[in-house]
């Protein structure tokens, strides 16, 4: 935080679990615990999104005040002292948790999202096994009309990080909270399934939400634990966002944020996010082909590349600098491209090598 | 771009000419939307209601292919007024006069006659854009796929630096670049006229530091640019070619004479990841592997260097395209021993200047700006603080020329084109996941249009225009104003670049896309045509 223009920005001490912090004033008690390294627990706080402060799940105990305070929405004061698992602390947790599993189907074992669940992860941390209520649970169907995000409001905690994101990140709008109480759910105006019409298909609503509430399809059917991460670069356009590409065994099975990215910081369009499947089209070409009589016939990559070399070198000896060009492409890597514009002029001993700059 | 994508929710002002960030460029455009609910104001120029344009402070709904008129009467009220940057242009800039002299013949009136936009709009977007600090200009294709798409680009530049809008954070002119790697095709030297990093090929250093670094003299000529290619080769001269990873036959300007183009080589060597319309006039096809199959970088719009890796094993018998070239290189007599695309990059960090100080660790998960001089330097979010790369920056009156082709009673039309959303280019054509989105082409058409043509909601017309004819689905819609429709280029059962104009800009030679003249009409088989059915 920056004070106003011209001011030193002033600093604030605190103590967060017997432990001194000093922090730029305006940071809330979460950052500055995160500073130390103690992980307080959220399920609505996003740092992505303006805070809601809803759930109370981060909630701390703050010396002479008489109520727990949410520390994601909280400002860290002077001299303010305070503990982040108290006994009174843990109470609340708990009981936040069970009031939550209270309306929960209680399917984490076949859930989607297991392994990968916030909800699941903090029971585990506050031993809420099940829930100690007795109630109604919603019985809403699952909606699942587009190939590519799957909503099962059963689930939701309604914690409306993806009401948020959709507003604040992608300005989107597509989804909002509906009627309120024990029928409040998320949904599309008019509970309509999810159309091209008014949303765009980003998928950041189904990164974003903490339960498996609302689930990316693309990755449904592969458990947490069996996808490896390898971060990569959007191959699409000039914007460059990174995401990490999931992939189980030897295979890609979908895309997820990557919330540190310098382009994106976690969003992704619809085509970034949704379009691994075009790397097992069957339409993909697998071995060298070789023209003959007009028809395409398979090759050895000697055959095809000694081809190519010889009627390269061939025409360009006997026509000239003229007689041959070489289009490379911006959708390969800058190793790619560089290799080619050598190859061709030292190769070919031409300058004519371009590309489609402006598609 | 001169600064960076992070940048964008900071600034005050976005002046967004000839680009629908949203679907061009998503997340850019969702920075834009950001800034507009921080309170930013978005001056968006566009003869679409995009979707930008619903969030715009003022829009400019002008006549498509007149930016440049627009910019001139900016530029002449900016100046007239006094709100221009005078001690920025003393210090910094030179040939003001001259720009003067060619801008004081556009006063508002005359752009707005030109343009159609009213003249308050301009006079208050000239004021805004002029008066506020932290004010950006943003553009795309909209500005440079006209004839006269580099004395657009020129002009904006000139609008920057008028009114000191260079060289600061928040600010600059930012175009931004439409393939993932465009940046760095460009920085590699991927082009007739440069060599890697940008010096020209008839520098006579650049000749030598090449010839000597390559073992092999430099050919002393200018080469081909695309639009030469296809001409030589319609006319026999140029007899081969070797495509790497695009499909001209379907992305290029007059689609129809770049077919012919093919069809008359000698030998036509693709290579790509799928039988494209341009492979389908191929002699040889060499299989490449996917982006996600390989390691290397890619250099974004806001000339960030970023890593690509390796995730999975390319499938059958595909290898990556670094390693086709690689393995052709060895078999046309180059004695090159890269064993990896890092030792390609390490040659990289000599050959271009911009790149030297970068290596694989240190670009690590959030890579870095160019120019990286050295080792130690952190990279370069934002251009030309404090002074310009050429030294003082060069301003240059630009006078209004009218689009190459104009509408006529046989082609009454205009059609301009443009991307969407859920595609790219033609790859993604492959995805189940986004051909549910969008199987085919819709092209838009305004409701009056429609009325006028008998036409409905989703109905397969025929579009014509001096060069080809096509037919496609349209959608009816108010985004676009009555006598001009929009389509994208992403279909080959509509190939909207058979309709397209060739005719060049004169210095990068890229096609008139944005506006041609066409005719639309009731498609009697519609029925029974299945080209654009589902
Ligand atoms: S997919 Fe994107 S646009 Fe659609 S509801 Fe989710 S966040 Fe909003
Ligand atoms: S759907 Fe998920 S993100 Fe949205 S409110 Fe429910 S739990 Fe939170
Ligand atoms: S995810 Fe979308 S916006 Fe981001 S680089 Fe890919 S195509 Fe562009
Ligand atoms: S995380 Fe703080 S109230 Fe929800």
Redesign the interface.
């Known amino acids: 935080m920056t004070g106003p223009a011209g001011a030193e920005t002033a600093t604030i001490q605190a103590t967060i679990d017997g432990r001194e912090v000093t922090v730029p004033a305006g940071t809330t008690i979460l950052d500055a615990a995160r500073d130390l390294g103690i992980d307080i627990p959220t399920l609505c706080h996003h740092e992505t999104l303006s805070p809601a402060a809803s759930c109370r799940l981060c909630v701390v105990e703050v010396e002479g005040r008489p109520n727990l305070m949410p520390a994601c929405a909280t400002e860290l004061l002077d001299g303010m002292v305070l503990q982040t698992e108290s006994q009174a602390v843990i109470e609340a947790r708990t009981l936040i948790l069970d009031l939550l599993l209270s309306d929960h189907p209680q399917g984490c074992i076949t859930c989607e999202q297991s392994g990968g669940c916030t909800l699941q992860d903090y029971c585990y941390r506050y031993g809420v096994e099940a829930s100690t209520f007795e109630g109604d649970k919603r019985q809403l169907p699952i909606e699942s009309d587009?190939?590519?995000i799957e909503r099962d409001m059963n689930k939701c905690i309604l914690c409306g990080k993806c009401v948020r994101v959709c507003a604040?990140?992608?300005?989107t709008n597509a989804i909002d909270f509906t009627e309120r109480g024990f029928e409040s759910q998320i949904a599309a105006s008019f509970d309509n399934p999810l159309a091209?019409d008014f949303c765009?298909?980003?998928g950041q609503c189904a990164d974003i939400c903490p339960t498996g509430a609302i689930a990316n399809k693309?990755i449904k059917g592969v458990r947490t634990w069996d996808r490896k991460k390898?971060?990569?670069?959007?191959?699409?356009?000039?914007?460059?966002?990174?995401f990490d590409?999931n992939?189980a065994g030897?295979?890609?099975v979908g895309v997820t944020a990557?919330y540190?990215?310098?382009?994106?910081q976690g969003?992704?369009?619809?085509?970034g996010r949704?379009?691994?499947?075009?790397?097992y089209?069957p339409?993909?070409?697998?071995?060298?082909?070789?023209?003959k009589d007009g028809v395409?016939e398979k090759?050895t990559?000697d055959e095809?590349?000694?081809?190519?070399?010889?009627?390269?070198?061939e025409?360009?000896g006997e026509?000239g600098?003229?007689?041959?060009?070489?289009?490379?492409?911006?959708?390969?890597?800058?190793?790619?491209?560089?290799?080619?514009?050598?190859?061709?002029?030292?190769?070919?001993?031409?300058?004519?090598?371009?590309?489609?700059?402006?598609? | 771009m001169t600064n960076s994508i992070a940048d964008i929710v900071g600034n005050d002002v976005l002046f967004i000419i000839g680009s629908n960030a949203t679907e061009a460029h998503p997340i850019i455009g969702n920075k834009m939307k950001q800034a507009h609910l921080r309170g930013a104001k978005l001056i968006v120029v566009d003869p679409r209601r995009t979707e930008l344009a619903e969030h715009a402070h003022l829009w400019l709904r002008l006549k498509p292919g007149t930016d440049n008129a627009l910019v001139n009467g900016m530029l002449h009220t900016i100046i007239s007024n006094g709100w221009h940057a005078k001690e920025y242009i003393d210090e910094r800039t030179e040939g003001f006069d001259d720009l003067w002299a060619t801008v004081k013949d556009y006063p508002a009136e005359r752009a707005a006659e030109i343009t159609g936009v009213p003249v308050e709009t301009i006079v208050a977007a000239a004021e805004l854009y002029a008066t506020t600090r932290k004010a950006g200009i943003f553009y795309t294709l909209g500005i440079t796929e006209h004839t006269v798409g580099t004395a657009n680009v020129m002009n904006l530049a000139n609008l920057g630096m008028v009114t000191g809008h260079i060289g600061f954070p928040n600010a600059g002119v930012n175009p931004m670049r439409g393939q993932n790697n465009v940046q760095g095709s460009c920085d590699m030297g991927a082009l007739p006229n440069s060599f890697p990093g940008y010096p020209s090929v008839l520098d006579f250093e650049a000749q030598k530091k090449f010839s000597e670094a390559y073992g092999v003299q430099m050919p002393q000529d200018m080469g081909l640019r695309i639009p030469e290619m296809f001409e030589l080769a319609v006319h026999g001269t140029l007899k081969a070619m070797f495509i790497m990873g695009e499909d001209p036959a379907l992305t290029d300007a007059d689609a129809n004479h770049v077919r012919k183009a093919l069809e008359n080589l000698d030998f036509l060597v693709v290579q790509n990841i799928f039988m494209t319309e341009t492979a389908k006039y191929a002699d040889v096809f060499l299989p490449a592997a996917l982006y996600a199959e390989k390691d290397g970088t890619f250099t974004n719009t806001e000339r960030r260097v970023q890593r690509v890796r390796k995730a999975v094993e390319p499938p059958g018998d595909t290898k990556p395209d670094w390693e086709i070239i690689l393995e052709l290189g060895k078999r046309m007599g180059m004695d090159w021993d890269y064993d990896s695309p890092e030792a390609i990059f390490e040659e990289i960090r000599t050959a271009v200047p911009q790149y030297a100080g970068m290596t694989y660790e240190r670009l690590g998960t959030v890579g870095l700006q160019w120019p990286v001089p050295t080792e130690d330097h952190p990279g370069t979010p934002f251009l030309h603080e404090g002074r310009f790369t050429r030294g003082k920056g060069l301003l240059q009156g630009i006078p209004f020329q009218e689009p190459a082709e104009l509408v006529d009673d046989e082609y009454p039309m205009l059609l301009t084109t443009g991307r969407m959303l859920y595609h790219y280019n033609i790859m993604t054509r492959l995805s189940q996941n986004l051909e549910w989105l969008r199987p085919y082409e819709l092209a838009e058409v305004n409701p009056a249009d429609a009325e006028r043509l008998g036409v409905v909601e989703d109905e397969l017309i025929r579009v014509s225009s001096r060069r080809g004819s096509i037919t496609t689905r349209i959608t009816l819609t108010e985004k676009v104003p009555p006598g001009t429709m929009f389509m994208t280029f992403h279909f080959k059962e509509s190939p909207v670049n058979e309709l397209t104009n060739a005719e060049g800009d004169p210095v990068t030679m890229t096609a008139e896309f944005k506006v041609c003249a066409v005719r639309m009409e009731k498609e009697p088989a519609a029925e029974s045509h299945g080209a654009a059915a589902k």
């Not at chain 1, 949704?274 to 790397?279: E, G, M, P, S």
């Open positions: 587009n190939p590519m604040e990140v992608q300005v091209s765009r298909f980003c693309q390898v971060r990569t670069t959007c191959p699409f356009c000039g914007v460059g966002c990174n590409l992939v030897d295979k890609i990557a540190d990215a310098p382009a994106n969003s992704l369009c619809v085509k949704f379009h691994t499947d075009l790397i089209s339409d993909r070409i697998t071995t060298p082909l070789i023209k395409w090759a990559w095809a590349l000694e081809l190519v070399a010889g009627r390269l070198l025409i360009r026509h600098n003229l007689s041959v060009g070489v289009l490379s492409s911006a959708r390969c890597t800058n190793e790619e491209n560089y290799l080619l514009q050598r190859l061709t002029r030292a190769g070919l001993n031409t300058n004519s090598i371009d590309h489609c700059a402006r598609t």
